[in-house]
């Protein structure tokens, strides 16, 4: 007779126990019965399936049916039984384990083989175990977009070192000694510095422009390069302020370069990654490191420039139909001043140079209200962007 799943009338521990072990006596015996592969399947529905399975049974006709306070003691007998079954049903699944029913020529080979060795046999020609794939961070793959676009005009990439100098992050880039953005409030200083002069200094760079001055110590012009990376501010976070954000930024030398080629540069890169049909839109702005200094709009790219989306105010252009995407303008002839020495006699050449942030784009392209769930690592959240 094959075994059945009885109702329960006793709840007591002694009773549950007693059931159990009728039902793990059960399961010795089916599965000393299992002699070739397809004995298993029938074996492991009869167990396991998620419908009307032994398994399922004691679910429903046990634990659910169990009185409040036996709840605790039939769950964890149910428990136990579950570990067993799925213990019993695993080691008998064929071709996995030397103990289990082992058919087809390439396993008999390989067992022939392993044996050779006094090992398990495994056969090669099963799948392996699946890990769950990984995804590109969206921030990340933002920046490679980015990027790839300006590879495609010829730029290279360019790194440089997170912890920087007050040298390179703001004297060579034209911050006058007393530039608000020096103050502790805005950046973040390594400690126990102030022995130093304050061109040495240590701080985490608050933006990617010192890898230009860097890049222009080493490379003579003409130049073009994109610096993709990690910078620092002292912003407690919120939904639209990190502590460490991305930007990219990109600088272009040559002999003769204009604000045309500025825009125009500009103009075609926003077009690729955010479409044919995006218009650009310079208004005046102010940088140390540039002179004319502009910011470039573009126009929305999730309203189509109306303000409006679905019948409701765009959020994301605050219904403007306009996006503040960078910061843009010619070098400072000041700024080549300091690299004179190597090549960039500021009355020779000229060139432009325009930044972003990566994590606001990422924010736009992605439709996130919160810049803090791209560093937190959430799986749920990050694997959406895959
Ligand atoms: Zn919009």
Redesign the pocket.
């Known amino acids: 007779m094959a075994y059945n799943v009885p109702r329960l009338k006793d709840f007591s521990p002694a009773a549950l126990d007693k059931a159990a072990e009728r039902l793990l006596a059960a399961l010795k015996k089916e599965s000393a019965d299992i002699k070739a592969e397809s004995d298993w399947k029938p074996f492991r529905d009869r167990w396991m399936a998620r419908k009307n399975g032994l398994l399922t049974q004691i679910n429903e006709l046990w634990l659910k049916a169990a009185p409040k306070d036996a709840k605790r003691n039939v769950g964890q007998r149910v428990n136990v039984i579950k570990a067993a079954v799925t213990e019993t049903v695993e080691k008998l699944r064929p071709n996995v384990s030397g103990t289990a029913i082992v058919t087809g020529v390439s396993a008999k080979a390989k067992v022939g083989e392993v044996r050779a060795h006094g090992q398990q046999a495994i056969d090669i020609t099963l799948p392996g175990n699946r890990r769950p794939l990984g995804a590109e961070h969206p921030v990340i793959k933002t920046m490679n977009e980015i990027v790839s676009v300006f590879r495609n005009l010829g730029y290279s990439v360019e790194k440089g070192p997170i912890i920087e100098t007050d040298y390179y992050n703001f004297e060579a880039l034209n911050f006058p000694p007393n530039h608000p953005a020096r103050d502790t409030q805005d950046t973040l200083f390594v400690a126990n510095q102030e022995s130093k002069p304050l061109r040495d200094r240590l701080l985490l760079r608050t933006h990617t422009s010192p890898v230009q001055i860097r890049t222009m110590e080493k490379i003579k012009p003409p130049l073009r390069i994109v610096i993709p990376g990690k910078v620092h501010r002292n912003d407690p976070p919120d939904a639209s302020h990190s502590p460490m954000f991305h930007q990219i930024e990109g600088l272009a030398v040559d002999t003769n370069i204009t604000l045309g080629d500025l825009k125009g540069t500009l103009d075609h890169a926003m077009k690729a990654l955010f479409g044919s049909s995006v218009k650009t839109s310079f208004r005046p702005s102010f940088f140390p490191f540039t002179e004319p200094s502009a910011e470039m709009l573009i126009s929305?790219?999730?309203?189509?420039?109306?303000?409006?989306?679905r019948s409701e105010p765009?959020?994301?252009?605050?219904?403007?139909?306009w996006?503040e995407i960078l910061g843009c303008g010619m070098v400072d002839p000041n700024v080549f001043e300091f690299v004179k020495n190597h090549g960039y006699d500021p009355r020779r050449v000229s060139g432009f140079a325009f930044g972003m942030g990566a994590d606001r784009i990422a924010i736009l392209k992605y439709g996130v209200d919160d810049i803090q769930l791209f560093f937190q690592g959430d799986v749920r959240v990050l694997g959406q962007f895959g």
């Open positions: 929305c790219f999730i309203c189509g420039g109306s303000g409006r989306r765009c959020r994301s252009c605050k219904q403007t139909g996006i």
